[in-house]
């Protein structure tokens, strides 16, 4: 992760719960990953946890025993308080504090851009047991032309395309990295939230994509946003779920 991209998270970790992450425990993204890669029951690290949304509803609906690391040190003080049933660490996907074989899945959720992959993948290999998983949730490339913020940002297709991995690279590269049975599956969600909640999100720059992109595009595009959004925000969130199982 680059050091802009580590500050704009250490920034936003108070308020990432209420711009970026569904604290419903119904969420039907980690409703998905849990029946894709197994995790009921399971051992699980979240890699890039973030406030640790994604714990608490594995902990609390799912009988995961749950352990997340993040880079950003604000990001883990939220979730500390936030998911006291989960333990949590600061530290990079590149260099896991844990040893081999200690997990039986462990799980990323919107972070994979930001890593060094050829790294990062062969240290969850590490530190997963025999036959255990790991499940990528991740944007489709092929779903930024319909994306809501798209009209209001003239170089964001751009920027999400040349940083996001699609479906095929994800699988190479976890097979390159001694990962066998690597699967991708297609996730579509109609998401809806109201003109203020979308007017939050770009005012407070809630995606890491803002980081990418010259602060004249960005203020002219929030500008174009407050005049042309309509009462409600209605688009189709298109993702990725990549599970692949370590031998």
């Given at each position: ?19 970026r992450?569904?604290p ?5 993204v ?5 029946e894709v ?17 994604v714990?608490?509803?594995l ?5 995961v025993?749950?352990?997340g ?39 990323m ?11 990062a ?6 530190i997963?047991r ?7 949730t ?5 779903g ?16 999400e ?19 066998e ?7 579509g ?5 109201s ?16 980081t ?18 309509p ?17």
């Amino acid at each position: 992760m680059t050091t802009g991209s580590r500050e704009h998270f250490d920034q936003l970790a108070e308020r990432y719960g209420e711009l970026r992450a569904s604290p419903d425990f119904g969420d039907p993204v980690t409703a998905a990953v849990v029946e894709v890669a197994g995790l009921q029951s399971s051992h699980v690290l979240d890699v890039g946890c973030g406030p640790g949304t994604v714990l608490g509803q594995l902990a609390r609906g799912f009988d995961v025993i749950a352990v997340g690391v993040d880079v950003s040190r604000r990001m883990i003080e939220v979730a500390r308080r936030e998911v006291p049933e989960a333990s949590f660490h600061v530290a990079a996907a590149e260099d896991l504090p844990f040893a081999d074989a200690t997990f039986d899945a462990a799980i990323m959720r919107m972070v994979v851009h930001h890593l060094d992959r050829p790294r990062a993948f062969p240290e969850l290999r590490r530190i997963l047991r025999p036959s255990g998983r790991v499940a990528i949730t991740t944007s489709d490339p092929e779903g930024f032309e319909s994306f809501w913020m798209k009209p209001f940002f003239p170089s964001y297709v751009r920027i999400e395309q040349a940083r996001f991995p699609g479906g095929d690279v994800l699988r190479a590269e976890l097979e390159d990295a001694g990962f066998e049975d690597a699967r991708v599956h297609h996730l579509g969600i109609e998401r809806r939230f109201s003109r203020d909640e979308a007017m939050k999100k770009l005012r407070g720059r809630a995606y890491s994509t803002f980081t990418l992109m010259a602060d004249a595009e960005y203020e002219s595009g929030v500008d174009e946003a407050e005049r042309r959004l309509p009462p409600e925000v209605v688009y189709d969130l298109r993702l990725l779920n990549v599970v692949a199982t370590r031998p």
